[in-house]
């Protein structure tokens, strides 16, 4: 692994752990064994090591949701989403406590494929004709986010239940 590469992973920790606004570049530069110099070397600032990480968020988002696209059958996408999400993995889980700090969402949005995996989440539930597609939706991302909450106050890594209750409610 190249400095930069441990920079952003001691940053995510970091940012993850303790939040972006509490977090300084020396408490960064002590995780990842470098000097501070280092990091403004790479990034120039705290905004671009945070922006760097933004980039990394939205690739393996892009990663995922392409895995999620390559079923055709509804029941079969909610089933992936659903084990992707109570199988996260501790980098992914980072990524989420990190993204989780911004209260303004509106960068998701403009991802392309946020909106097009959002509408569709929607069409899956179009699909397997739920009456209300619209708030299942809601609900199934509130079920998703209740996942990650979980996780990061029960540290819990075996979340069985939580997936067999899921899948079970959506009879996938």
Request: net charge neutral; aromatic share 12%; with cysteine.
């Amino acid at each position: 692994m190249s400095k930069k590469e441990d920079i952003l992973n001691a940053a995510l920790t970091c940012f993850a752990e303790q939040g972006i606004s509490a977090t300084t570049t020396k408490q960064i530069a002590n995780a990842a064994a470098v000097s501070e110099a280092l990091i403004f070397k790479h990034f120039t600032s705290k905004q671009n090591l945070i922006d760097a990480i933004m980039v990394l968020a939205k690739k393996r988002a892009e990663v995922v949701i392409n895995e999620w696209e390559k079923s055709e059958h509804p029941k079969l996408i909610i089933k992936s989403i659903l084990r992707e999400a109570v199988g996260i993995d501790y980098h992914d889980f980072k990524l989420l406590l990190f993204l989780n700090q911004f209260k303004d969402w509106d960068f998701l949005y403009s991802w392309n494929f946020t909106l097009e995996f959002n509408e569709k989440i929607l069409k899956v539930f179009h699909q397997i004709g739920v009456t209300d597609p619209k708030q299942e939706r809601t609900l199934f991302w509130m079920h998703l986010y209740g996942i990650v909450l979980y996780k990061k106050h029960f540290d819990i890594h075996d979340n069985i239940a939580l997936y067999e209750q899921l899948t079970s409610k959506y009879q996938v």
